[in-house]
């Protein structure tokens, strides 16, 4: 009796631990708090100081920037020619408001922007007083698959003729190396054409696996924070804060896994109803798209997305919070252990979508934490998703509904220069 009575206490025991550990992984991980450092949050309050280069034109040599100089980019400077660009950590890249000032990495062409922890790579407005959408934004360009008729295509944003090689992207190399992108900050981006909406802050386009994309931070973009199309990325402790545009926009086939990232809202920044954490697409209009290529998939894992509001139920009431994440027909999400927080509802599928079992385990959400939402999985404009909830509301997905405020849920919400978001169960700081 007494062995029985020491088993089941180790059981039990063993049953709480895993349960913990089960609630600790979720969302945001780390032993210690990653986003440390090399993030800022008030960028507003740095003086980076005046630009010292000016970079202008086509780049179609190898080239080297300094940490010593501050650099200007005027016009639409394009890396070309196979040519490598390297920056050095610490360096500072102001982007011109005037020539909506943008740094473009041609197909062929290579980027290497590896900054560190402590001495980060930092694109920014060159104004005195910033603000979102100062300048245009950063572009790569490889030769990985999209699912556009012809596989190849050309980015627009008002710059460039369909013609010109230097905007082209695409191609059958999956597994293609456009460079190294790690602990980079791009601020203020996000400028609007005249006929092609906003620039992103960075516009991953037809990049292939073996491009390196870490610790790289969005702040106060105009359009989308991260615009995906197509390719065959890998995206690794990726934040964005204060978009007006989509945090994560994902379209045209890409195949993706992004882990550990984050992305925080405010319903007081947020642009147009169409603005969420994540946008999941295959393809904008039925007719650019050939169909014997890969539709869009996207595998998240470790994820959270905040919406941060003094007021949430007001802010929901008069419209500012929508849905944190959007899902088009005939593209895949797998999204795991991550949290979603304070949005109205957490996740919406299109309408377009049959609710069939071939769909439902194209669009997985298991071992979620689902904190704070008005409702959780909704197709769109349909009152009533009581199956929908109940599906994944099954046990076999392990998904965990919460109520629980910013300050209850999350390490520091707070303060802005020591934020963490990291999920905080029973003041059990979250780790791998």
Same mark, same amino acid.
């Given at each position: 009796?007494?062995?029985?009575?020491?088993?089941?206490?180790?059981?039990?025991?063993?049953?709480?631990?895993?349960? #913990?550990?089960?609630?600790?992984?979720?969302?945001? #991980?780390?032993?210690?708090?990653?986003?440390?450092?090399?993030?800022?949050?008030?960028?507003?309050?740095?003086? /980076?100081?005046?630009?010292?280069?000016?970079?202008?034109?086509?780049?179609?040599?190898?080239?080297?920037?300094?940490?010593?100089?501050?650099?200007?980019?005027?016009?639409?400077?394009?890396?070309?020619?196979?040519?490598?660009?390297?920056?050095?950590?610490?360096?500072? *890249?102001?982007?011109?408001?005037?020539?909506?000032?943008?740094? *473009?990495?041609?197909?062929?062409?290579?980027?290497?922007?590896?900054?560190?922890?402590?001495?980060?790579?930092?694109?920014?407005?060159?104004?005195?007083?910033?603000?979102?959408?100062?300048?245009?934004?950063? +572009?790569?360009?490889?030769?990985?698959?999209?699912?556009?008729?012809?596989?190849?295509?050309?980015?627009?944003?008002?710059?460039?003729?369909?013609?010109?090689?230097?905007?082209?992207?695409?191609?059958?190399?999956?597994?293609?190396?456009?460079?190294?992108?790690?602990?980079?900050?791009?601020?203020?981006?996000?400028?609007?054409?005249?006929?092609?909406? /906003? +620039?992103?802050?960075?516009?991953?386009?037809?990049?292939?696996?073996?491009?390196?994309?870490?610790?790289?931070?969005?702040?106060?973009?105009?359009?989308?924070?991260?615009?995906?199309?197509?390719?065959?990325?890998?995206?690794?402790?990726?934040?964005? /804060?204060?978009?007006?545009?989509?945090?994560?926009?994902?379209?045209?086939?890409?195949?993706?896994?992004?882990?550990?990232?984050?992305?925080?809202?405010?319903?007081?920044?947020?642009?147009?109803?169409?603005?969420?954490?994540?946008?999941?697409?295959?393809?904008?209009?039925?007719?650019?798209?050939?169909?014997?290529?890969?539709?869009?998939?996207?595998?998240?894992?470790?994820?959270?997305?905040?919406?941060?509001?003094?007021?949430?139920?007001?802010?929901?009431?008069?419209?500012?919070?929508?849905?944190? *994440?959007?899902?088009?027909?005939?593209?895949?999400?797998?999204?795991?252990?991550?949290?979603?927080?304070?949005?109205?509802?957490?996740?919406?599928?299109?309408?377009?979508?049959?609710?069939?079992?071939?769909?439902?385990?194209?669009?997985?959400?298991?071992?979620?934490?689902?904190?704070?939402?008005?409702?959780?999985? +909704? #197709?769109?404009?349909?009152?009533?998703?009581?199956?929908?909830?109940?599906? /994944?509301?099954?046990?076999?997905?392990?998904?965990?509904?919460?109520?629980?405020?910013?300050?209850?849920?999350? #390490?520091?919400?707070?303060?802005?220069?020591?934020?963490?978001?990291?999920?905080?169960?029973?003041?059990?700081?979250?780790?791998?």
């Amino acid at each position: 009796m007494k062995n029985l009575t020491q088993k089941t206490l180790i059981l039990i025991t063993m049953l709480f631990v895993g349960c #913990i550990y089960a609630q600790q992984e979720k969302g945001i #991980i780390g032993n210690d708090n990653w986003l440390s450092y090399w993030t800022d949050f008030k960028p507003k309050t740095n003086d /980076y100081g005046q630009p010292s280069q000016i970079l202008t034109g086509n780049i179609t040599e190898d080239t080297k920037l300094t940490k010593r100089e501050i650099y200007l980019l005027v016009g639409n400077v394009f890396v070309t020619g196979n040519a490598t660009l390297t920056i050095e950590p610490g360096t500072i *890249i102001m982007g011109d408001s005037k020539s909506n000032g943008s740094l *473009i990495i041609s197909k062929g062409s290579t980027l290497i922007a590896e900054g560190l922890e402590t001495d980060p790579i930092v694109f920014t407005s060159s104004k005195d007083i910033k603000k979102s959408g100062d300048w245009g934004g950063l +572009f790569i360009l490889g030769d990985a698959p999209i699912n556009q008729v012809g596989g190849v295509s050309n980015v627009k944003y008002g710059f460039q003729q369909v013609s010109n090689q230097n905007a082209l992207y695409g191609g059958e190399n999956a597994r293609s190396n456009s460079g190294v992108l790690k602990y980079v900050r791009i601020e203020y981006a996000g400028k609007r054409t005249k006929d092609n909406g /906003y +620039f992103s802050g960075i516009t991953l386009a037809g990049v292939g696996s073996e491009t390196v994309l870490e610790n790289v931070m969005v702040t106060y973009c105009k359009g989308n924070s991260f615009n995906v199309i197509g390719g065959v990325v890998n995206l690794d402790k990726m934040v964005s /804060y204060r978009s007006n545009g989509n945090d994560f926009d994902f379209n045209y086939g890409t195949q993706c896994n992004i882990t550990n990232s984050l992305a925080i809202r405010s319903p007081y920044v947020s642009g147009s109803e169409e603005s969420r954490s994540m946008s999941i697409s295959s393809y904008n209009r039925k007719e650019e798209v050939d169909y014997s290529k890969k539709s869009t998939l996207v595998t998240a894992k470790n994820i959270s997305i905040i919406n941060l509001s003094n007021d949430l139920a007001s802010a929901i009431e008069i419209g500012l919070v929508k849905e944190g *994440i959007y899902v088009s027909k005939d593209a895949s999400l797998n999204m795991s252990k991550s949290v979603i927080s304070g949005f109205n509802p957490a996740v919406i599928l299109d309408n377009e979508i049959e609710l069939s079992t071939e769909n439902l385990n194209k669009l997985k959400f298991s071992e979620m934490y689902f904190n704070n939402s008005n409702g959780n999985i +909704f #197709i769109k404009n349909k009152p009533n998703n009581e199956d929908l909830e109940n599906w /994944y509301g099954n046990s076999l997905f392990f998904n965990v509904y919460s109520k629980g405020s910013d300050s209850e849920t999350f #390490i520091n919400s707070q303060d802005a220069k020591n934020l963490d978001f990291r999920l905080k169960i029973d003041e059990i700081i979250a780790s791998n």
